[in-house]
């Protein structure tokens, strides 16, 4: 009888060995090309703003068909040092906070798990003292082609004026959401939600944008979270994504796991198929709309033509 018996310490250094094989035996990164994506800080430019051409000059070609990529890509470390000082467009700047934030991005398929692996430099960021638990956030945004705001817009179409924080926000705590589940929208947003029931028919039906965040602190496993917007932010009781990050020479990678078919309230996401994504990062102890934002990319999964092409080692 004794003889079976394994001492609990060794029993818990293989299980650490053999999780941690399994962790590095996924991906090799290094056969995993990156991309360079550049995320801006975008002020309080609301989805409302950018539409309205009398004070954003891309409004009416944007209405008309062109996506914010087509005018902005390659112009992001220009606007976001301009926004990032701009008092009509940032009225609570904060001193010496750079203007965006490059990332390097790589997608990888690994059975019927997606990997996306995010590095990035935060640099001297300032401490904004808004979030006192976590001095740096990562997320990813994630649709199907469902929500057209997102295919057109990315983030921004979840970005409406009366957030928390913005300039229609007043001292309310509304969170992001999708102009569809209000009754109208107008230049300072929209206030009043359609019926329940109807917003529960837009859940059933896959009209949400997928989030996921890694929460960090140097030298402490992620906080990971991941959730829905709709009518409003919403995280999952339990995350179907996972992420491990490591802080080292200055700079953070950050690496999230989901299932292919990860259950309700996520994406399916498919073989062959295109899926906007959008990403931001919150450095230097931010919150709220006080972070970094790409232009909307896109992702195939397995095959494709996009920005991230996760396929298989
Ligand atoms: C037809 C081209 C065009 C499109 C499409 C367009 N923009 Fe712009 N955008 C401009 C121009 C030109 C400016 C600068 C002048 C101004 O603000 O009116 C600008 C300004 C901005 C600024 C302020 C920083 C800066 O560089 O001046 C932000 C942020 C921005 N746009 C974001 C977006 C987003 C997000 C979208 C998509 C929802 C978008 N734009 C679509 C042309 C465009």
Redesign the pocket.
């Known amino acids: 009888m004794t003889m079976l018996r394994i001492p609990v310490a060794a029993k818990a250094a293989a299980v650490a060995i053999l999780l941690s094989g399994t962790a590095h035996a996924a991906v090799d990164w290094s056969k995993v090309p990156g991309k360079d994506i550049t995320l801006?800080y975008?002020?309080q430019?609301s989805?409302e703003m950018?539409?309205t051409?009398k004070?954003?000059?891309?409004?009416?070609?944007?209405l008309a068909g062109?996506?914010?990529?087509?005018?902005?890509e390659g112009?992001e470390q220009?606007?976001?040092k301009?926004?990032v000082a701009?008092k009509s467009?940032e009225p609570a700047p904060i001193a010496g906070k750079p203007g965006s934030q490059t990332a390097k991005v790589s997608a990888a398929l690994d059975g019927d798990t997606l990997h996306i692996r995010i590095a990035f430099a935060p640099g001297t960021q300032p401490d904004a003292g808004m979030e006192p638990k976590f001095s740096t956030k990562v997320a990813v945004m994630l649709d199907d082609g469902t929500v057209a705001e997102a295919t057109?817009?990315?983030c921004?179409?979840a970005c409406h004026d009366d957030l928390a924080k913005m300039p229609s926000g007043g001292t309310g705590d509304t969170t992001k959401y999708l102009a569809r589940t209000r009754v109208k929208m107008a230049r300072t947003g929209g206030a009043e939600l359609k019926p329940a029931e109807e917003i529960a028919k837009m859940r059933d039906g896959g009209q949400f944008l997928e989030y996921w965040q890694a929460r960090l602190n140097q030298g402490a496993a992620p906080d990971v979270v991941d959730g829905t917007v709709l009518e409003k932010r919403q995280e999952n009781a339990a995350a179907a994504v996972t992420a491990t990050a490591a802080f080292e020479n200055g700079t953070w990678v950050v690496d999230f796991a989901r299932k292919l078919n990860a259950g309700a309230n996520h994406k399916v996401l498919a073989p062959g198929k295109t899926y906007t994504v959008g990403f931001s990062i919150h450095a230097g102890h931010t919150a709220k709309r006080f972070h970094y934002v790409s232009?909307?990319k896109t992702l195939a999964i397995e095959s494709g033509t996009a920005d991230l092409v996760a396929k298989r080692n």
């Open positions: 801006l975008p002020g430019m989805w950018l539409l051409n004070e954003h000059s891309g409004g009416a070609k944007f062109k996506n914010c990529r087509e005018c902005h112009e220009n606007s976001g301009l926004m701009d467009l057109r817009g990315g921004w179409g232009l909307e």
